[in-house]
């Protein structure tokens, strides 16, 4: 069976510091891979999503990037922190067609910039 | 006006109880219907999804969609404390390749004793 995993669950970091999440899909092989939002009361934000490695497409301007280095690892970073940049960040994956649009997700890191 | 809405609630409803949680869309692109459950500070986990208008069920639950009205419910029959969460509707657009889903901002559902 599939699993997804995000690291770490928790972080604080301070304003202006650098952020690297990770994220790692077990028991599929090319899946899609999307980075999500979820800020309190606002639902959840598609940030970037990853049809395969190196390929990125950026859903909201911000300070924020992401990579695919490899097949089923997808990692979320930022050069400076913004205190904006808190939030729950959420990983999800789903698979090639017809089952692209079932997205199953991790379980989160909680990022709270000081 | 937002893509998708969603009542907030709090919703508290008796152990037992018949619970509808709905969502609205404007959308009229929108092809594939989800529902998330939420647990307190964990991921969402996807319970049920369709794609067509009409009725789907599995187990207590009931994923009703109607394309014509832009309108989507989840039903829950015999609702036990567990079924304590937070509810998301979500939507897609199909692009052929990845899934972009469009989330309502969740309803909190709260079963009492």
């Known amino acids: 069976s599939q699993t997804i995993h995000q690291w770490p669950a928790t972080l604080v970091q301070p304003v202006g510091s650098p952020l690297s999440l990770e994220c790692t899909v077990e028991g599929t092989s090319n899946p899609n891979l999307y980075w999500y939002r979820q800020a309190a009361g606002r639902g959840l934000q598609l940030l970037f999503y990853s049809v395969g490695i190196g390929q990125i497409s950026s859903e909201v301007p911000q300070n924020l990037s992401a990579s695919r280095p490899q097949d089923r690892q997808f990692i979320l970073s930022s050069k400076k922190l913004l205190l904006s940049d808190s939030g729950f960040y959420l990983c999800?994956?789903?698979?090639?067609?017809?089952?692209?649009?079932?997205?199953?997700f991790g379980p989160g890191t909680r990022l709270t910039v000081t | 006006q937002k893509e998708v809405e969603q009542d907030p609630g709090p919703l508290s409803v008796p152990e037992g109880a018949i619970v509808s949680l709905n969502c609205t869309y404007s959308?009229?692109?929108?092809?594939?219907f989800m529902w998330y459950r939420q647990y307190s500070r964990k991921g969402p986990e996807l319970l049920m999804y369709t794609y067509s208008s009409g009725n789907k069920e599995d187990g207590r639950f009931t994923a009703q969609v109607d394309k014509s009205s832009k309108y989507i419910s989840l039903f829950i029959r015999d609702s036990q404390p567990s079924d304590s969460a937070t509810y998301l509707c979500?939507?897609?657009?199909?692009?052929?390749?990845?899934?972009?889903?469009?989330f309502g901002t969740g309803t909190r559902l709260q079963v009492t004793l």
């Open positions: 979500a939507m897609s657009v199909n692009t052929g390749t990845a899934s972009k889903l469009t």
């Open positions: 959308n009229s692109a929108f092809q594939y």
């Open positions: 999800a994956w789903s698979g090639a067609q017809p089952k692209e649009d079932e997205q199953y």
